[in-house]
């Protein structure tokens, strides 16, 4: 293996004081580092104070840059010649992954020269070499990949988590979960108040798993202190609605209903395109409905809200789909670039300090105080 070679920056803004430096996978992707280098530069038009570290071939990646004016000036190049592949075991990748881009991209976090990494590439992978790197934060059991879910009011998004990272939670977990996603939705969404819900079969309490039962009456207990909502238990068709912010589950549970909303919208999608294509007299109605159709088109494109965040890390990560073409990877930069610039993971560390300490002084019999990180 050759170790990766730092290739220093042509322009010294690229890390000045002012900018929010964004540490990006660029050969993670399936649409390989054009549509990553493209979707960087898309953002990069629609904002000042942002800069870039790319990893990947050197090379390659400096041939990209160059044809796109909005990153002159805004981008090093971090040489790795190796790749994490989408079928790669991340055990493997922890013992052998060393030169490859994602962990380079990772260590641009560790090492303090980014705030936030971007990668398209292998979401096991990239957990494992995340928390392999930045390790949890301290009172953190299992990290957690929280992701933005279209709801129904006109512009609005719930966060759900977790989606992937671990598909077991128990009750503590669950708990961790509603006070991280209490925080993304605070710093993220801008909600002052966000309301969580539980994600359960029913939402009588005599229903589901003994695990939840525990869980919601924990952060039931934690919702004055946490200063949330906790509507308490929601069931599955509640994921898009509006009267929830956060909903919480466990990554089984997450994992499955993401997928299932990403198929469904993609079905919607085809049957659509059928429909309006079967007659001349349908496909009339179609050009009739253009902007119907196209305004129906990006309500459900997830390209609008590509970027899950791995929350409980010492570091922001935003896990990119691996599928994502330049408006998807320009989604999660712009993800990226909100965190950082909300002091995102400083405000997670110091929630989740706050309620180990709070659940310490109630074992003691004492009195916690709360916070609104």
């Known amino acids: 293996m050759l170790a990766s070679t730092v290739i220093p920056a042509k322009d010294a803004d690229v890390g000045s004081v002012g900018r929010t430096v964004i540490s990006v996978d660029a050969m993670g992707g399936d649409r390989g580092p054009a549509a990553v280098v493209a979707g960087c530069a898309r953002f990069a038009r629609s904002v000042d104070g942002i800069g870039f570290i790319l990893h990947g071939p050197k090379d390659e990646l400096e041939r990209l840059v160059s044809r796109r004016k909005p990153l002159s000036g805004l981008c090093r190049i971090r040489h790795s010649d190796r790749t994490?592949?989408?079928?790669?075991?991340?055990?493997?990748?922890?013992?052998n992954g060393k030169n490859t881009s994602m962990w380079s991209a990772i260590d641009s976090v560790r090492n303090g020269e980014a705030e936030v990494c971007v990668s398209c590439g292998n979401t096991g992978a990239l957990m494992a070499i995340s928390m392999m790197r930045l390790r949890k934060l301290d009172g953190i059991n299992r990290p957690a990949i929280a992701c933005l879910w279209p709801r129904r009011d006109k512009e609005g998004f719930n966060i759900m988590l977790d989606v992937g990272a671990d598909i077991r939670a128990d009750e503590d977990d669950l708990l961790q979960f509603a006070l991280m996603g209490t925080s993304y939705a605070r710093n993220g969404l801008d909600l002052?108040?966000?309301?969580?819900?539980?994600l359960n079969v029913g939402t009588e309490e005599h229903k589901g798993r003994a695990e939840l039962k525990s869980a919601n009456d924990l952060i039931a207990a934690?919702?004055?202190?946490?200063?949330?909502?906790?509507?308490?238990?929601?069931?599955?068709?509640?994921?898009?609605?509006?009267?929830?912010?956060?909903?919480?589950?466990?990554?089984?549970?997450?994992?499955?209903?993401?997928?299932?909303?990403?198929?469904?919208?993609?079905?919607?999608?085809?049957?659509?395109?059928?429909?309006?294509?079967?007659?001349?007299?349908?496909?009339?109605?179609?050009?009739?409905?253009?902007?119907?159709?196209?305004?129906?088109?990006?309500?459900?494109?997830?390209?609008?809200?590509?970027?899950?965040?791995?929350?409980?890390?010492?570091?922001?990560?935003?896990?990119?789909?691996?599928?994502?073409?330049?408006?998807?990877?320009?989604?999660?930069?712009?993800?990226?670039?909100?965190?950082?610039?909300?002091r995102f993971s400083q405000r997670i560390a110091a929630r989740v300090a706050s309620a180990t300490i709070a659940r310490q002084d109630a074992v003691k019999g004492q009195p916690g105080n709360g916070t609104t990180q």
Do not use: W
Request: proline share 4%; hydrophobic share 45%.
């Open 192 to 198: 002052a108040r966000p309301r969580v819900g539980l």
């Open 222 to 342: 934690a919702a004055p202190a946490g200063d949330f909502e906790y509507i308490g238990f929601i069931e599955g068709s509640d994921i898009p609605s509006a009267h929830v912010d956060v909903i919480v589950t466990d990554g089984f549970t997450g994992n499955i209903a993401l997928k299932t909303a990403e198929g469904t919208a993609e079905q919607i999608r085809e049957f659509l395109k059928s429909a309006f294509a079967a007659t001349p007299l349908s496909r009339i109605a179609a050009l009739i409905a253009y902007t119907s159709l196209n305004r129906l088109s990006k309500r459900i494109d997830p390209r609008r809200v590509n970027g899950g965040v791995f929350l409980g890390l010492n570091g922001t990560v935003v896990k990119s789909h691996g599928g994502a073409d330049a408006k998807g990877t320009e989604a999660a930069v712009k993800l990226a670039f909100d965190l950082a610039r909300s």
């Open 84 to 95: 994490v592949t989408m079928d790669a075991k991340p055990s493997h990748v922890m013992r």
